[in-house]
């Protein structure tokens, strides 16, 4: 999540469909565009707004990774180093035995890695006022576009223009 | 995504060319030359009975009195038994595979139509084609159980069930109910059937929808293809017991019905990925875009796991439960008949779980068509070697191996699979027209 600071220009609309045609026209238009923010997903929006790919995917791998990690070390320390124990008349290292723990705790480290993850790289926290929202309906019935009028060259009334024109049904200045 | 794209064309026709033919029956003359050699070898005599017999004394030595009893009465007929043993024994192994492959077929038709799913209508004639295979594999199979059974089936055997006498087997007699040969060939004769006409009849809706179009043939395909998923949810289970787990009869896993759907679906996941990728290599199915083949690879990835599961499911409770009469099963494949089915045992493993899982584990590599190519063949070679380490232990035991008989029938079933896919191909436009759904498929995208 990019810092918010410095002024904004919020454009409002009011269905998914025209946000989703809207971004390719005003991005062809030159205009940059920061962020949309929407009730729920829109298929194809990260694609039109030319977002990076999320790499949460590679976080997860690693998170996996270390839980398979820590359960092999854990079973193979406390049941076959530390204290070795046979169970059912096998060896006190024996992988077939280890691999229900090991799948488990590779998933659980995945899953709690990924969510707690996703969670502060998107400033979701109950704790944290990183920011503002533009608009606080974006989280009801309405799709907000958020252009950062510092990392646009074109200006203010230009940019404001293509917003209505592009179907906005209101154009709204923030400023952080 | 999807948006920004033009939606190619749906009127395509696939053409079976004579070059393709041409290359069939070359591939197929190669396998017919390689099974020829095999024989040749096979019946003046491989070497390596030697050492398979001092493993032999091993296994019964380390099983006790379970392996003592009635499965050395086993292994002394097994020796006796002929170089074609191993011939029959592959007959079964690949019919029983492309059987599976096949009617997967209609097993992934039938639940896309229950599920009313709307993403597959583009490539659904892929599937389509593959179960009119069934009848080529059922006639060999009929065939080689007349000609081979006793070979291949010791609970075929009449003397086992003689009270008293020497053969006299407690443990089959109590199965006879279930696994003897009127009731056996009986069955094996309704699953094709069923099977095939099923299919046909799902097949005939299909192909009047392109005419006609409208909803009707739609609503009766979802009755009959969730008819197909009740029939074969019984038969799935039936048949893998008779066709792979009647070859061990004494040994028995409640897990296996499972374990051999899961095998078959898999590879018949990658045989529609496969056919998929290959056609648009070829030019056909435009219309099948990213987001289609990551799906298939998704299933291709999900399904390799759910086998392993399954695998893995019913090796564990065996192995940590360490009952003699269970854990034979596995002993046999590690230091039986020579060791020779532990490299098999573990290629599998590879195959079917490793490769596919860490190839196709990233988002891109779905979608990638050479990436899709090496783990759809990993995976639809992978089974060929499940069913082969199921099978042959069990049949072929110490005459089995893995050599120019193997690797010649695979190919000429692989050839003639794909001659008869080809040919349902050609009859039909490549992309149903007229499927109800086939708007959203057009326009699937999962971003």
Known sequence: ???????????????????????????KAGVKIQEVYSPFPIHGMDDALGHPRTRIGIAAFMFGV????????????????????????????????????????????TAFGMVTTFFISNGLSPAAHKHERFDVRATDNKFVMAINLGRNSMSEDEISRALRDSGAEEVNIKQF | MASAHSIPSIEERFEFT????????????????????GVYLAATGGGGHQEAEAAH????????????????????????????????????????????????????????????????????????????????????????FFLGGHDLFHWTHSEVYEVGG????????????????????????????????????????SLEEDQIGGTELYDKSIRLGTAFLVVFGVTSSTSAWDFVMSVDPHWF????????????????????????VMLRERGYLKAVNSSHLRDL?????????????????????????????????????????????????????????????LVLMTRDSKFTHSILKVACWSVIIGHYMDFYTNIMPGSAGDTAG??????????????????????????????????????????????
């Not at chain 2, 050395?72 to 029959?88: D, F, K, N, Q, Y």
């Not at chain 2, 109590?174 to 097949?203: C, D, E, H, S």
């Not at chain 2, 399904?303 to 695998?311: E, K």
């Not at chain 2, 050839?415 to 086939?438: D, R």
């Open chain 1, 1 to 27: 999540m990019a810092e918010l600071s410095g002024k904004y220009l919020v454009g409002v609309y009011d269905d998914d469909d025209t946000v989703l045609h809207a971004v390719p026209r005003l991005r």
């Open chain 1, 66 to 109: 270390t839980g398979c990690c820590v359960a092999l070390t854990l079973m193979i320390w406390t049941m076959g180093i530390d204290w070795p124990m046979i169970v059912g008349g096998k060896d006190s290292i024996s992988l077939p035995n280890y691999i229900p723990i090991t799948f488990e705790l590779t998933v659980l480290f």
């Open chain 2, 18 to 37: 004579s070059g393709a033919k041409r290359n069939l029956i070359i591939g197929g003359a190669i396998g017919a030359a390689l099974v020829v050699v």
């Open chain 2, 57 to 144: 004394g091993a296994v019964n030595a380390i099983t006790g009195h379970a392996a003592a009893g009635h499965e050395a009465a086993g292994h002394a007929e097994e020796h006796h038994v002929s170089w074609l043993t191993r011939i029959w024994a592959n007959l079964w192994v690949n019919a029983v595979y492309f059987t599976g492959i096949s009617v997967v077929g209609m097993f992934f038709i039938s639940y896309n139509y229950l599920a009313q799913a709307g993403w597959s209508a583009v490539f659904k004639r892929v599937p389509e084609a593959m179960p009119a295979f069934l009848p080529v594999t059922g006639i060999i199979m009929l065939v080689v």
């Open chain 2, 166 to 205: 020497p053969e006299y087997d407690e443990v089959l007699a109590g199965k006879q109910g279930y696994l003897n040969t009127p009731f056996f060939v009986g069955r094996m004769i309704f699953y094709f059937v069923a099977w095939y006409f099923m299919w046909r009849k799902i097949r005939q809706f």
């Open chain 2, 253 to 276: 896993s409640t897990m296996f019905g499972w374990y051999t759907l899961a095998s078959w679906h898999v590879a018949g996941l990658a045989v529609i990925t496969l056919t998929v």
């Open chain 2, 297 to 357: 690879g998704k299933f291709v990835f999900a399904f390799s796991i759910f086998w392993t599961y399954v695998w893995f499911a019913q090796f564990l409770l065996i192995y940590y439960a360490n009952q003699p009469e269970e854990i034979i099963y596995f002993i046999e494949r590690f230091r039986g008949h020579g060791s020779i089915f532990k490299a098999p045992f573990f290629i599998t493993l590879f195959l079917n779980f490793f490769l596919p899982f």
């Open chain 2, 402 to 447: 893995f050599g120019p008989l193997e690797w010649g029938f695979f190919i000429v079933f692989i050839c003639g699979f794909v001659w008869s896919m080809a040919t349902q191909l050609e009859k039909a436009n490549l992309i149903p027209k007229h499927h109800p759904m086939l708007e959203e498929s057009l326009h699937h995208d999962i971003a």
